[in-house]
């Protein structure tokens, strides 16, 4: 079965990057937008990179123009505003579909009720999040109005770091 290190994505500068290399991390895959009522919780999920990074956590934010025209800008629009207004510093990725007929492979297998019965379902607006553990497999769902200092949120990302490491990465040595 298909592990999202299995996936090659684009990185926000459009040069493809292996998902393997994040393999023995938690992971926090987020669907991002810029002119978004959640836009704000771009701050939140900076701060929860900074403060668990040392510890094997890493966002990884891929910006999607499905709801309401709220990520019109290119990849390098998308970048400047990220760094400018919010000093991000985790992996941002190349602008995708998380929904519908030109849905992302990662996004299709990640909302797929036969790679992650547990956790499938559409995508419902900007800022869904998806809580990987460090082998790879989704541990938790969070809809957009969970903000990245919900205690929920805290307590898995918690939980999830205190699995033992396996199959480390070097970033994560």
Sequence with gaps: MKTIYDFTVLDIEEKPVSLAQYRGQVLLIVNTA?????T???AGL???YRRYKARGFTVLAFPANNFLNQEPGTNTEIQEFCS????ISFPLFAKISVK???IHPLYAFLTSKETNPN???SITWNFN???IGRRGSVLARFGSRTSPDHPALIQAIETA?????TNPSPLTQ
């Design 100 to 102: 519908g007929s030109d």
């Design 40 to 42: 704000s919780q771009y």
């Design 161 to 165: 770091l205190s699995e033992p490491l």
């Design 119 to 121: 956790h499938s379902g």
């Design 129 to 131: 999040k998806f809580l």
């Design 46 to 48: 900076e701060s929860l």
């Design 84 to 87: 400018r207004r919010f000093q």
């Design 34 to 38: 810029s002119r978004c009522g959640f």
